[in-house]
Every structure is written in C-alpha cells, then in structure tokens.
C-alpha cells in the first residue's frame, strides 16, 4: 500500500480475514487484495477462507470474496474456486452477479481451461435483466474479444440487438469497441454497421461515444466512402475544437484513420501541422506522428523547416530528441522517396547535429544517414565529405559528447570513415588528421577511436602518394570517376611530413601525442590498430629510406561498395566449414588456377598488389558457377551431417529464402476438452496428425527444427518477445472456439485439508514441542499432515498430467516420421536417510528409482526437473518451510542417472539420485500405478524421517 | 483496461493506490514517480492526457489532488475521464466535501469505495448510492 511493504504481516492479515466480526474481515480483505500476490507463500493458506466466503449466506461477505479474489487470482486459486465462483452467476443480488462477471474474467486470464465451460453462462447474462451486470458482461466479452475476434463473430447479431436497444453510454462504448474488434475479421458486418454508426455519430450528444464510433469507423479501411468522409469531417472539427483534450482525441482518430485511408487526410493537413506549434507536448508528439504520413515532394523542405524550428524552440530534451527522430524518419521513408534536393537533407543533418540538446539519443541515427546518403549519392559526395570533415574538426562533438548518455558522437564514426575513404575531398587532411591526434579522441567509445585511427593511416597513405591512390581507385571503378578525378589533389594543403609530424610528434612537445597514446588504451581493437599502425609506418619508412617505393596506398586499394541491405543474409552461410573448405578448394584451383593462382606468385610487388583485384574482376558467370559450387557443397554437406534434420518443405530450406522467412509462430494451443485429459492414446494419435499437417506453422518452442537457421532467428525473435511471451501465451490459451456446444464442465475441486491458518500455528507450535522432545515419534498431526499432503498431490498432479501431455506433444512434433511414443514416469523410493552432520542441520538422502519409457531427449530432462520442482515444493511444503527451494538439476542425457540438488535456505539439502533407465517399447505406467507409487513415497520415504 | 489508479497530492505523495494487475513494488514506486512528475509539470491549458510507456495516463485536477488513471491504449479517454468524476463525487458524498486527510485518515474506505466502482481493470458501478452501499453497512456494524 502507498508503496510500503507489507509482506511481512501476511500471516496477520490471514488471521484477519478469518475474524468473525464483518467489518475486521472486511478489512482482512481488502488488505489481502492489496498485498498478496503469487510469490506471497500464504496464497496458499486463503482458498479455504475464500471458498467459505464465497458460499456465506452474506451478500456483502460474498462480494467482499469475490473482489479479494479478483486482485489476488493465481493460476491455483482460479482452478479450486472457479466453480464456486461461476454458481453465483446464477445469484438472485445483481450485485453479485455483476462482480461474478468481472471475477471469472480475472480467472479466464489465470485458467485458461475454463473459459470454455464457463462461456454460455456469460453469454447468458447479456440479457440479463439488471443493466448493470448486462455492462459487466459486455465488458468481460469485449476484453476476451479483442484478443481474439474470431472466436466471437457468432455474437455480432446479439451485440447488434443490444446497440439498439440500451441507452447507458458506457456500455454503449464498450458494444462499440466489441464492433470495432469484430469488424475486421467480417466484412459484411461493417455494412450492416454503417447505417446505426452513423446514426449515432450524427445523433450522440455523448463526446466519449462519438468518439468511440469515428475510431472504430476510422479504423476500418473497407468502410464505405459516405461515413469515412463523415468521420474525416468529424475529426477535423474535434481537432479545430478549443478543448485540448477532443484535439487530443481527435489527432488520434486521425491517426487511425492515416493507417487505413491515408489519402482522406490532405485536406486537413494544414491544421494537422498547425498543431506542431501547440503549447502540449502530447498534442504536438500526436501530430509529429501524423506529419510523416502528409509530407510530398513540395511539401517537406516547409515542413521540416517548421520542425527544425520547433525543436530550437522548445527546451525539453525529450521533446528534442523525438523531433530528431521524426525529422529522419520522414526523410528517409520509402527509401528517400520525398527527398529531391540531398545537398539540402545533408545541410539538415548537420544543423540537428549542431543543435543544443543535451542528452542526444539518435546519434546512432544520423551516423547511418550520413553514411547512406554520401556513399550513395555521388553528386553530393564532395560537398558530403567537407560537411562531415568539418565534424572531425569541430569541438562542439567532444564537449557535448562528455555526457555519457549523449550519443552525438556516434557521428564522428561515420564522418572519420567518409572523410578517409574519400579522401581526396577533404578540404584540409592536416587539420582532420591533427583534431583526430588530439588527446580528447581518447574520450570517444573504443570503436569510434578504431574507426578515427584507420582513418589516419588512409589519409597518412593518400598525402604520400596521391597518384598511386588515384591510380588504384580509378582502376577499380573505371568509368564513373572520371570526371571527379579533375578537381582532385586541387586542394591539397599538406605534405606528408607536415601529417607525420602530427602522427609522431617530436618527444618534447606538449601540447601533441600522437598515435603513441593510444597504445595504453584498453580497448583492444585501439590497441591493436595503433600497434599494427605503427609498426607498417615504421616499416613503410625504413623501406623508403632503403630506397624502394612502395606506395603506402596499396593497403588500400579498392573502394569500398554500398552493399544492399540484407544482402550478407543471401550469402549461404555455410555449417561445418572444414569439410566444405575441403570439398571446395581443391575445385577452385581446378578452374582458375591459370589466372589467379600464378598470378600471386609473381615477384612484381605491383603485381603482388594487383593479385588481389583479381579475383573480383572475375565475370559475373564465373561469380554464379562459384556460388553455385558453394551451395551444392554446402547442401551435400548438411545432407551428410548427421545432426541435420531435413525439413519437409524444400523451399524452405534454400538458401535464398532465409532472409525475408518470418519465423514463424507457435500455435499453442491446450486441450480443449477435458477428455484429452485423459492420457488415452488415441488422443494423442490426433492431435499428432492435426500437428504434423500444421507443421511449418511450428515454432521453435515445441517446433521441428526445420534448418538449423530458421533456428537461429527464431530463437533471437524469442529472446525479444521473452517479455511480452508469458501474457500472449494466456492469450492464445484462451483463444478456443466458442461457438461448438461443449460437453466438459467446470472443474470441481473437493475442499481438501489444508492447513488453516489456526491449525498452522498450532502445528507449528507442537512441531517445536516435538523438535524439543527428539525426533522419532509418530504423532496424530503427522498422519494427518500426510494425508492432506496426498489430496494436495493428487492436485498438483492433474497440472503435472497437463504439463507432462504438452512436453509430451512437444516431442512427437519434433519427430513426426517416429511411432508415436508415450512418456510415463514412475518413481519409487529405494532408499531414504537421514544424516546429521555438524554444521550442517539436516541432511536428507533418497535414492529414488525414476523408470521412463522412450528415449531420453532433451524434453524429458524438462519433464524431470518439472516433476520434480513440483515434487520438492510438496515436500518443502509439507516440511513446514515455508520457503521456496533452490532446485538444481542435473541430468546427463546419454547416462540414466540424473541427480538433483535442493537447497533451502533453512539450509535442509536433499539430494537425490536418480536412475534412469530405459524400458521395453509398449510397456506404459499408467498414473494410477504412479500415484500407488506416489504413496508408497509417503509411506516408506517420508514417515522415516518423523 | 484500467491498471491503476492513483490519487496524489501536489506534493508528490501518493494517498491511494489501487492496481489491477499485480506489479512489483519497486516498479511500482519507480511508475508512480515518474507518473507523478509528468503530471505534476502539466498545465493547466494542456490536454489531460499523457502516454507514458505502453499507458496512457488520464488524469484530473481537483484542488490539490491529482487523480490519476492509467489504462492500456485501447480505453475510451473521455469515459474514463468521467469516471475519475464520479469516483470524486462518491467520495465527496460520504466525506461531505472531501479532502486530502479524509483520505489519508479514512484509507480503508476510500479503498472500498474505489474497490466498489472499479475491479479487474473494469468499471464496475457508477451509480454513487450503489457503490456508497456496503460502505455504509460496515460503519452501522461498527457502530454497534
């Protein structure tokens, strides 16, 4: 509450909330709300006291239950109780009904599974007489709906009679925003909708449901012409509204309607800009965003012009930065489609890096602008390549850079980078060379410095031998450079003493470090680069004073190319590189020895510089007979690789295709029917072969491995939506097919013994007692502690079933050309001791005897440390500890054994040993026989500890 | 859907919290820091809606008391907006002309009463005599 932890008095609130007084309880209650959450341990002690709550003849009490749940619901709770909670939907009180409503929601989100059972029940309630709780259902249906419209097309008609007939503006929202998700999936639904939409737009004096109706319209790209100019001309007046929260709204609907139908919106561009200049930063972010899509070929020098002049405006870096953002990402849209004039984006560029924001995000941004556009942009090169030289030389970079956060120096990579390899633009090599000697480069990110440190050495070889530089690159892009050659060395200032004097400096002089200053930087690429630097100076000199005259400049003599994006994904990546080297190279030399191979071996050190161009002046055919062998060599490879699993689509498996392959997505989907359940083999033989058809939709997860890597990316999208997977995969639980009539009820869990929260502490005190006294010593609450522990196992086992089912799933997919194969665990309990050992309080030894039928694959190991995550925490549980144990699991796939360390931190350690040995094919463990193994643990295994 | 909604005061303190949706306590005091501040620099010609991460935050000035509602991006603005109205005006009638100590002093009230008007992220009840109910029962038992 308030931001304090309150999770220190959870047993208090438990015994709170069992108070008898109503207005203690409620109080219990709400602080339970408030504070308990899955990782409280007491969550566990409450099903009872809500169960009671929820069955007390007390309205206010059962509502008091039903809020408290809806807070806290996990994924237990919503299992025991959901029955009892799904009975008070027939309950005479609406206020209860409407809360039942609202509560089953929060356990659909939990508990997947009773959704499906659970549904006709609230659909029911649509009609429910009390207006009240038909809202409470329209909002549980419109939350699930927006998810999943599919599943609730079936509901447009009732939906459709309900519009029409209640007044209440907020379920009248809600219905609209149920229209909205549906739409899309139903064409025809949006023309029914267009007459009673239109009808409430135009009628409505509710601004929150016009609103809601002009988004929903707007969002619809197949509405027809009359209401979309209607819901255009709507919004346009909310803009123009002096009330800034309906100009909010109505940007935003603009917005929306940009997605669908861009072209509506010329008309109101003017007072979409006109909002740039608003005093809000939320209505000027909204019409930023809106200004991207308006900009033509006329328009865009005004607009960004009119932006630049925002940001000078405005003193909050956030806002700066955004704008920063915006004004690039217009620019650059559609691959420069707006952009006529480069020489002028150029000139922006440089005035976004000249502006005064202190904290600079994009630096990264604008560093890839410079680099795209003067790369490929010829005709701006030159005057590109004294912008971003003047950039070196520009103090204002370092300064503002100091803040670590600032990323403006990010540019400075670029701009060494465009002013070495294009060199001969630069208006003053001597000045670029000596700011980037100065002591304040060490200060850049270690990359930047490796970049401006190459950069020397390509200008440094230029000033030596300019010809020779010349000579290399025009030979390399023959026809194009031509012209540029004139003006080049026109304006050549410095001489390659002057730039040696820069790069070693003499001893004595302060004020110059040279290149020797980078050699203690702990970067290792600085560190390298200045070490090898050195060292071909130096031995570039000694052979000039030898008299020989090899031009510096044949480190670099090809031009470095733009390549096209993605276009490194194209080349096969080849798996087991050894053998295809072996395979290829002998080819190679086959063909092409006669040009290249003797060529090399030549003595000419001209020639020795020119070997090296060889090879790409091979003919295009040649390249392709290349790339050709490559990937047959590589196919032939993988075709003998023992750990590639071929996929059953080819296509997928070129090399070609990689690149713009989605990975594609799991399709999780549970039983939908309690029979699956069941661990019937039947059941299993059909969602196999429903699997194996839907196969290439598969993921990773559960997925074949179709490829190594499609492997590889998916798993990288995995690692990127990790965040959001635990949400989305409830989501898609509870994407099941409503409409079939469903035979499966909800699931009834007898109450069990738990512990209450009064015979805890009661146990807890005997227990205590009973440590005082010595250990062995059977008393009543130990018997009664066993039992309640085996009808909580036999609980946690049906979630064990299910778990085990899905892993099970998961591996026949994974094989589809195998006979399907069963997994069954049985365990027993061969040995248990217990040690004493000073220091150490307790020490448990089982040796348990773990019998598994099918081979022993990856998801077994997931299936074991499952189990026994869930088999440790009864014990802990059981053990009264009412922390969670450390589990480590260790399995060694090929070896049966597996052992298991638990650590808790009362510092009991259990170790486990387990053998794991194969069984004849056929032979099944039913969980029957499992749980009379099960209890034999707690007969021979547990009791022997007392 | 509704995630929380808050009730600060101009200072900066949080009076009443109430989440939806459990977060951790650390984020929760890092979000509620940072959705303070963006409420607190706003004026008063400016709209009274912000996006702050993947929320939208609407809030409502009354006095000294900010009562701030964040939902996901698919919540009608202005519905909320009126309702952050009549969760003021339900505590207004039961505390006759509300403010700040009532509910630093009444926490566990004004936590029922927001209890009764909001759950699982939806509006539950907006009629105040219905959302006044229960509240109104607790304080006759314990008069007793």
């Known amino acids: 509450m308030i931001g304090y932890n309150m999770e220190y008095g959870a047993f208090t609130i438990v015994e709170v909330m069992s108070s008898e007084d109503f207005s203690q309880k409620r109080i219990g209650f709400l602080a339970c709300a408030q504070c308990f959450h899955e990782k409280v341990e007491m969550v566990q002690m409450i099903p009872n006291l809500l169960r009671n709550a929820l069955n007390s003849q007390n309205v206010w009490e059962q509502g008091l239950a039903l809020s408290c749940l809806s807070n806290i619901c996990t994924a237990e709770l919503g299992e025991i109780l959901v029955s009892e909670v799904a009975n008070l939907l027939s309950n005479q009180r609406s206020y209860l009904r409407k809360k039942t409503l609202l509560t089953l929601f929060k356990i659909f989100l939990q508990y997947p599974a009773a959704l499906r059972p659970a549904f006709p029940r609230i659909k029911e309630k649509l009609d429910d007489p009390d207006p009240s709780v038909t809202a409470a259902a329209v909002n549980v249906i419109c939350e699930l709906a927006r998810r999943n419209p599919k599943n609730y097309l079936g509901m447009a008609p009732v939906f459709f009679k309900l519009f029409s007939n209640i007044t209440n503006n907020w379920t009248l929202i809600k219905i609209v925003k149920v229209f909205g998700a549906l739409a899309p999936e139903e064409p025809r639904l949006l023309k029914k909708l267009a007459e009673p939409l239109s009808h409430c737009i135009n009628t409505t004096p509710a601004k929150s449901l016009l609103y809601e109706a002009l988004q929903t319209v707007a969002s619809n790209s197949k509405t027809d012409s009359a209401l979309m100019a209607l819901t255009v001309e709507k919004l346009k007046q909310m803009v123009e509204d002096p009330d800034q929260n309906l100009k909010y709204l109505g940007l935003k609907g603009m917005g929306s309607v940009m997605k669908s139908n861009p072209a509506l919106l010329s008309s109101s561009k003017d007072i979409i800009i006109d909002c740039l200049g608003d005093e809000d930063v939320t209505i000027r972010l909204r019409a930023l965003d809106l200004v991207g899509g308006l900009v033509s070929k006329r328009s865009i020098a005004s607009v960004i012009s009119r932006m630049i002049g925002q940001m000078e405006a405005r003193d909050d870096d956030d806002y700066r930065n955004t704008i920063v953002k915006y004004i690039i990402e217009i620019c650059s849209q559609q691959d420069y489609a707006f952009i006529t004039n480069f020489e002028w984006y150029l000139r922006v560029l440089m005035d976004l890096t000249q502006s005064s924001i202190n904290h600079f995000e994009y630096g990264e941004l604008i560093n890839r602008e410079f680099m795209n556009v003067i790369t490929r942009v010829k005709a701006v090169r030159a005057f590109g390549v004294k912008c971003v030289s003047s950039l070196i030389c520009n103090p204002l970079i370092y300064q503002r850079s100091e803040d670590q956060k600032s990323t403006l120096n990010r540019v400075l990579a670029s701009a060494c980078y465009l002013s070495s390899e294009y060199v001969r633009d630069v208006p003053s090599k001597l000045s670029v060379v000596s700011s980037l000697m100065k002591r304040r480069v060490l200060s850049l990110p270690g990359d930047i410095q490796a970049v401006a440190l190459q950069a020397v050495l390509k200008i440094y070889s230029y000033v030596c031998n300019p010809e020779a530089f010349k000579a290399g690159i025009a030979n390399d892009s023959d026809d194009s450079d031509d012209e540029d050659s004139e003006h080049v060395a026109d304006n050549d200032d410095c001489t390659a003493e002057q730039l040696h004097g820069e790069i070693f400096p003499d001893a004595d002089d302060e004020n110059k470090s040279g290149i020797k200053m980078f050699l203690s930087s702990c970067d290792v690429d600085v560190y390298e680069h200045s070490a090898s630097i050195l060292a071909l100076l130096e031995l570039h000199k000694e052979l000039v004073d030898e008299g020989s005259d090899i031009p510096l400049c044949t480190v670099f003599s090809q031009e470095l190319l733009p390549v096209a994006k993605g276009a490194q994904l194209q080349v096969p990546q080849i798996d087991l590189l050894d053998e295809v080297i072996m395979d290829y190279v002998p080819q190679l030399s086959d063909d092409d020895d006669t040009t290249t191979m003797e060529s090399s071996y030549s003595d000419s050190s001209d020639e020795w510089a020119a070997s090296f161009k060889k090879p790409k002046r091979m003919s295009k055919a040649q390249l392709r007979e290349m790339e050709e062998k490559e990937r047959v060599a590589a196919e032939l490879a993988r075709k003998n690789n023992p750990h590639y699993l071929p996929t059953s689509e080819p296509s997928a498996a070129s090399p070609g295709n990689y690149s713009d392959d989605q990975p594609p997505i799991e399709e999780l989907k549970i039983p939908s029917s309690q029979e699956d359940f069941n661990l019937g083999t039947r059941g299993f033989k059909e969602k196999k072969s429903k699997k194996s058809k839907k196969s290439h939709k598969m993921m990773t997860g559960g997925a074949a491995p179709e490829g190594y890597k499609k492997e590889k990316t998916s798993k990288q999208s995995k690692k990127e939506e990790n965040d959001d997977d635990e949400h989305d995969s409830i989501w898609k639980q509870l994407d099941v097919d409503l409409s079939k009539p469903t035979r499966e009820s909800l699931p009834t869990v007898k109450p069990y013994e738990r512990m209450e929260a009064s015979d805890f502490l009661s146990k807890e005190k005997k227990e205590k007692k009973r440590k005082k006294k010595g250990k062995k010593g059977e008393d009543s609450s130990e018997g009664e502690s066993e039992k309640e522990k085996k009808s909580k196992k036999d609980k946690k086992k049906k979630r064990k079933k299910k778990d085990k089912l899905d892993s099970t799933e998961e591996e026949e997919s994974e094989q589809p050309q195998d006979t399907p194969e069963e997994v069954a665990i049985s365990v027993s309990v061969e040995d248990c001791q217990r040690k004493k050992k000073k220091g150490r309080p307790n020490f448990l030894l089982f040796n348990l005897k773990i019998v598994i039928t099918n081979n022993s694959k990856g998801t077994l190991r997931v299936c074991i440390s499952l189990f026994f995550i869930s088999l440790f925490r009864n014990i802990m549980e059981w053990l009264s500890l009412s922390h969670r144990p450390h589990i480590l699991v260790n399995a060694f796939p090929p070896s049966p054994y597996c052992t298991c360390l638990i650590l808790s931190p009362k510092l009991l350690v259990l170790h486990f040993l387990i053998s794991v040995s194969s069984l004849p094919e056929g032979k099944y463990v039913t969980f029957s026989e499992f749980k009379d193994q099960r209890s034999a643990i707690d007969d021979s295994g547990f009791s022997s500890i007392g | ?144």
């Open chain 2, 1 to 144: 859907m509704i995630h929380f909604l808050l009730l600060v005061n101009k200072q900066g303190q949080t009076r009443l919290a109430q989440y939806a949706n459990y977060m951790e306590l650390s984020k929760r005091v890092t979000l509620e820091g940072e959705v303070v501040r963006k409420c607190l620099q706003r004026k008063d010609n400016e709209c009274s809606f912000i996006e702050h991460l993947q929320f939208k935050l609407i809030y409502r000035r009354y006095a000294s008391l900010f009562f701030i509602v964040g939902v996901d991006g698919d919540e009608n603005e202005l519905a909320i907006l009126e309702f952050i109205h009549v969760v003021v005006e339900t505590l207004d009638r039961y505390f006759q002309n509300v403010c700040e100590l009532d509910v630093m002093f009444n926490l566990e009230k004004a936590h029922f009463m927001v209890e009764e008007m909001f759950a699982n992220g939806s509006i539950v009840e907006t009629n105040k005599v219905n959302s006044l109910q229960s509240l109104l029962l607790v304080d006759k038992l314990s008069k007793k």
